[in-house]
């Protein structure tokens, strides 16, 4: 097992930038997940922490040592991709050791290893088996334990989990959680998925345009997401985000008065994006009047799309509802629930 350090990573691709300056530390043991939209440099990142791609500038460190020239082969991490990359013409035996085997390892030590890994991913009895004679889930599960295998530092995924339908996806996500339980090797997984990212994460880190945009454990970004961005990418339903201005004591928006969180020091007539999670609006007696849109009841759930001073927003209610479209429900915060954010930056104020 070992650390993992990115130090002032820059990557471009002949003369496109796309990572701009990353810079973060990983515990031995712990479980990070790299998170954003398509396209901000995850997997970029990732490759070059395994060595398939070279850093434009930076140092990448692994256990102590700084490992910008030492080969993929001899940096001591396990890949899982997206595509399983299974040999089709090995058995599942022979796919999960064919790492050892290329390292002449001696047979009974691959054996044993194999069997091993098997058994901790439940595959014993299919060991004899082609890939194509498996389910996805089951591809998946080799494409891991050839992985585990090779005993690696690190263990590297690249969303791999996108190819499996959404019931699959969420046992999966269990299983990779509870394998890093039992292993606790070091574990840098990517996903688009902000709720893999939730599930799975001990701490996240949100990316956005090759750059980092918060790090966090799961429900630090959740409860004070530091900028816009984050507060939007992080937790489903989304946030609803509305423009304001602060006066004294509140914030005025959309014809009706919001309450200031107590930490917002925000000075009176500041322009800003005020945030309020879906669960945190409460449909009560006497409040902000809002006009039922939809009606979506989910059974544990009522998920409410109203409108309030012609700005939609969604309501997650924790109970049953006799509202129909077209009623006037009245809507109430805590004060200490919504986000402020400034209208120019979006850094959280
Ligand atoms: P993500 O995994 O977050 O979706 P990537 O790391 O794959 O993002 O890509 C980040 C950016 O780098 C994208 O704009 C992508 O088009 C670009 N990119 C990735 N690989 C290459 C490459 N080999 N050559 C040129 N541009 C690339
Ligand atoms: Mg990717």
Not at 69 to 74: E, G, L, T
Not at 250 to 259: D, F, K, R, T
Request: contains cysteine; charged residues 25%.
């Amino acid at each position: 097992m070992a650390a993992v350090s990115f130090r002032d990573i820059h990557k471009a691709f002949e003369k496109t930038k796309v990572i701009h300056g990353i810079d973060f530390d990983i515990a031995d043991g712990e479980f990070v997940v790299l998170v954003g939209p398509s396209g901000c440099g995850k997997s970029t990142l990732l490759r070059m922490l395994a060595g398939l791609e070279e850093v434009s500038s930076g140092q990448i460190v692994i256990g102590g040592n700084i490992v910008n020239d030492v080969d993929s082969k001899d940096r001591d991490i396990a890949m899982v991709f997206q595509s399983y990359a299974l040999y089709p013409h090995m058995s599942v035996r022979e796919n999960m050791g064919f790492s050892l085997k290329l390292r002449k390892a001696p047979a009974d030590l691959i054996r044993a290893r194999v069997d091993d890994a098997a058994r901790i991913l439940n595959l014993a009895h299919l060991l004899d088996r082609l890939p194509r004679e498996l389910s996805g889930g089951q591809r998946q599960r080799v494409a891991m334990g050839r992985a585990i295998v090779r005993d690696p530092k690190v263990f590297l995924f690249d969303e791999p989990l996108s190819n499996l339908d959404a019931k699959l996806r969420v046992a999966m996500r269990a299983e990779i959680k509870a394998l890093h339980h039992r292993l606790k090797t070091t574990t840098v997984y990517v996903t688009h998925d902000q709720i893999e990212a939730m599930t799975m994460a001990d701490r996240i880190v949100v990316m956005h345009d090759g750059h980092v945009e918060q790090i966090g454990t799961p429900l630090q970004l959740f409860d004070r997401p530091g900028n816009l961005f984050v507060a939007q990418f992080i937790g489903s339903p989304a946030m609803n985000v509305f423009t304001g201005t602060v006066r004294d004591g509140h914030v005025e928006a959309l014809g009706a008065s919001w309450p200031k969180p107590a930490g917002c020091d925000a000075a009176s007539g500041t322009e800003v994006k005020y945030g309020i999670r879906p669960t945190d609006l409460r449909v009560v007696g006497e409040g902000i009047a809002a006009r039922v849109v939809v009606v979506e009841p989910t059974g544990a759930e009522t998920e409410l799309l109203v409108e309030v001073g012609g700005q939609s927003m969604i309501v997650v209610m924790h109970s049953r509802t006799d509202a129909r479209p077209d009623d006037i429900v009245h809507l109430a915060v805590d004060a200490a629930r919504p986000h402020v954010f400034d209208a120019a930056s979006g850094v959280r104020l």
